[in-house]
C-alpha cells in the first residue's frame, strides 16, 4: 500500500530524522493527498513582490485544481493591513493580477506586478481601507505544471482556494471576501464572480466582485487565425497574447495538438511564449516584425467547433452572478476590445444580472486607478 504523506507529518519527521542526525529524503507531498484550500508552505515574499506598507507579507503555496480538475500546488502572496485586526478579523480583498507571461520567475509572488507603480498604488489604496489581499497567482505560475492561460474556470478555483488557504492559516482574516482583477484579472474576477459562492461553500462569505479592463468575447479574433492573416493592430503585445492563448489550449485541450496548426517558426515562438515574461517577450516580438498570420501552417478553423471550444475555454459567463459585480472600463483601451466588453456588460444588464459598468476617458491600465473613486465605496457597501 503506497504510503500518504502530509506536509505536517512529513515535516514532523523530517524535523526528527534531523534531530537524531539520521540522514534522509522526504519527498513532496502528492497533492491528491491533501484536502483543496489548504497550506502546505509559508515563505518570505521577495522584495519585488512585498506591497510597500504591508504588514507581515507572505508567500503560499496552497492545494487547488488545475486542468480537467487535476489535483495542484498554487501559490499566492498575503498582505495585511498595519494594526491589530478589527473583531472579526480583516475582510479580504482577492487581487487577481493581469498577464505578466507563462514563465515561472514572471508570477507575482516571485517578482512582483508586471505594471509595479500602478498595481502598488492601486492595492495600497485597498490596504489602507483596512482589507487584507490575498493575491493567487494561478496553476502552473511559480510552481510546477503548465499555466492554462485565461481558462477562466481554472483561475476562478485558484483565487477561492487562495482565500480559502489564506483564510484558514491566518485567524486574523475573516472569512468576508470580494475578488478584485485587471486585464487577465479582470477575466478571472468575473468568472469568479459567477463561481464563488458554489466553489467557496459556507466556509467562505463571498459578497462580490470589481474587474478593469475585462477580456469580453476576445476568443472571437481567434477565429480567423491561420496563414497569410494580415497584421493585427491593436495593443502593443497583441501577438504575444494570441500565443499565450495558443499555450494556454494546448495545456487545456492536448489532444487538439495545436503544434500542427503551426509552422516551424510558430512552434518556436510558442515554445518561447511558454518561458517568457510579457514585457520582454511583447518586445522581442515587435523587435522581430513577427506577423501572427506567419506562424501558421493551417487555419486553426480546422479545429472541429472551434468557436464552442473557445467559449467553454475563455468565453465569460453570461448568467448566473448571485453577488453585485462591478466593470470599469477605458474607453481608450486597446488591449481589450472596449465595444465588446460594453456589449458584455450591456447584455448582462438586459438579463438582470446584478452588474454596475463605469467608463472612463482613459486606456488599459490608466482605468485601474480611474475607477477607484467609484469601487471602493461599491466594495465599501458590499461589506456593510
Not at 514532523?12 to 508552505?41: K, Q, Y
Not at 504588514?55 to 491589530?84: C, H, K, M, Q, W
Not at 492561460?149 to 477561492?160: I, K, P, Q, R
Not at 448568467?319 to 466593470?327: A, E
Amino acid at each position: 500500500m503506497r504510503t500518504r504523506w502530509t506536509t505536517m507529518a512529513a515535516t514532523t519527521v523530517a524535523s526528527v530524522l534531523c534531530l537524531m542526525g539520521t540522514p534522509f529524503a522526504v519527498a513532496a507531498p502528492d497533492p491528491a493527498d491533501i484536502p483543496v484550500g489548504t497550506v502546505t508552505a509559508v515563505e518570505p515574499l521577495a522584495p519585488e513582490a512585498t506591497l510597500p506598507g504591508a504588514e507581515n507579507s507572505r508567500r503560499i503555496l496552497y492545494r487547488t485544481t488545475t486542468v480537467r480538475d487535476e489535483p495542484t500546488i498554487a501559490s499566492a502572496a498575503v498582505y495585511f493591513p498595519p494594526g491589530p485586526a478589527p473583531a472579526g478579523g480583516w475582510p479580504v480583498i482577492a487581487w487577481a493580477h493581469g498577464t505578466v507571461g507563462l514563465g515561472d520567475e514572471c508570477a507575482y509572488s516571485i517578482a512582483g506586478p508586471g505594471a509595479r507603480e500602478r498595481d502598488w498604488a492601486y492595492l495600497g489604496a485597498w490596504l489602507r481601507e483596512g482589507y487584507a489581499i490575498v493575491a493567487a497567482d494561478y496553476a502552473g505560475l511559480g510552481t510546477p505544471g503548465d499555466h492554462p492561460y485565461l481558462n477562466g474556470v481554472v483561475e476562478a478555483h485558484n483565487v477561492v482556494d487562495a482565500v480559502r488557504a489564506a483564510n484558514r492559516q491566518y485567524p486574523a482574516l475573516a472569512p468576508k471576501w470580494v475578488v478584485v482583477g485587471q486585464s487577465q484579472g479582470g477575466g478571472a474576477a468575473v468568472t469568479t464572480a459567477r463561481y464563488a459562492t458554489e466553489f467557496g461553500g459556507p466556509e467562505l462569505d463571498y459578497r462580490g466582485a470589481v474587474g478593469t479592463g475585462v477580456p469580453a468575447y476576445i476568443e472571437d479574433i481567434l477565429l480567423p487565425l491561420g496563414p497569410n492573416l494580415p497584421p493585427i493592430e491593436l495593443g502593443a503585445h497583441t501577438t504575444a497574447y494570441v500565443l499565450y492563448i495558443l499555450n494556454g489550449l494546448r495545456t487545456t485541450y492536448p489532444e487538439l495538438d495545436i503544434d500542427s496548426y503551426l509552422n516551424e517558426s510558430g512552434r518556436d515562438w510558442l515554445r518561447r511564449a511558454n518561458t517568457s515574461c510579457l514585457g520582454p517577450f511583447g518586445d522581442e516580438l515587435t523587435a522581430g516584425n513577427v506577423v501572427l498570420g506567419d506562424l501558421f501552417a493551417r487555419p486553426l478553423a480546422q479545429i472541429p467547433n472551434l468557436s464552442g471550444l473557445l467559449r467553454r475555454y475563455m468565453g465569460l459567463p453570461e448568467s448566473g452572478y448571485d453577488k453585485p459585480v462591478f466593470l470599469g472600463q477605458g474607453l481608450a483601451d486597446t488591449d481589450v476590445l472596449t465595444p465588446f466588453t460594453l456589449a458584455f456588460a450591456a447584455k448582462l444588464q438586459a438579463a438582470r444580472e446584478p452588474v454596475t459598468l463605469r467608463t472612463y476617458d482613459t486606456d488599459h491600465s490608466g482605468a485601474v486607478n480611474a475607477s477607484l473613486v467609484d469601487s471602493i465605496p461599491f466594495v465599501r457597501d458590499l461589506f456593510r
